[in-house]
């Protein structure tokens, strides 16, 4: 389970980082006149799609460090969204920073997993021999 779990979050956190780096791309390959508003947002987004992207790409490095840096990024970006969206500010929250704390969670269950896979008192292998110490 541990091991599914680690997969889901990886796949759930790439997959959207992949998408949050289409609009970055774009945003800096044009240049678009914005007001002052449009700006800071895209600003923001901007920042918060880098940090979670970041820490997309430290699930592969440390994925002890990852779990919180995704968990605080896509609770920051849903805020943001939140705050920034004029309609539909749930649909805006659970999009940008959803995928990101889903991630999160699944790299923590994968963690409790993994800790807790071979550590029951109860634990008895094929053969009838107790392994639980």
Not at 8 to 29: H, M, S, T
Not at 58 to 75: H, M, N, S
Not at 106 to 129: K, N, T
């Amino acid at each position: 389970m541990a091991k599914v779990t680690g997969v889901a979050a990886r796949v759930i956190g790439v997959g959207a980082a992949a998408l949050w780096a289409i609009p970055l791309v774009a945003g800096v390959a044009t240049d678009e006149g914005l007001d002052s508003e449009a700006l800071a947002e895209s600003i923001g987004i901007a920042l918060f799609g880098v940090a979670n992207i970041t820490g997309v790409s430290v699930i592969f490095i440390r994925e002890r460090l990852a779990a919180p840096w995704l968990l605080i990024t896509g609770v920051a970006f849903c805020i943001f969204a939140i705050i920034t969206a004029g309609r539909n500010q749930l649909l805006a929250a659970a999009v940008s920073g959803g995928p990101f704390i889903a991630s999160a969670l699944l790299l923590y269950l994968s963690r409790r997993f993994e800790h807790h896979r071979g550590h029951r008192p109860d634990a008895v292998q094929s053969d009838g021999a107790d392994i639980s110490g």
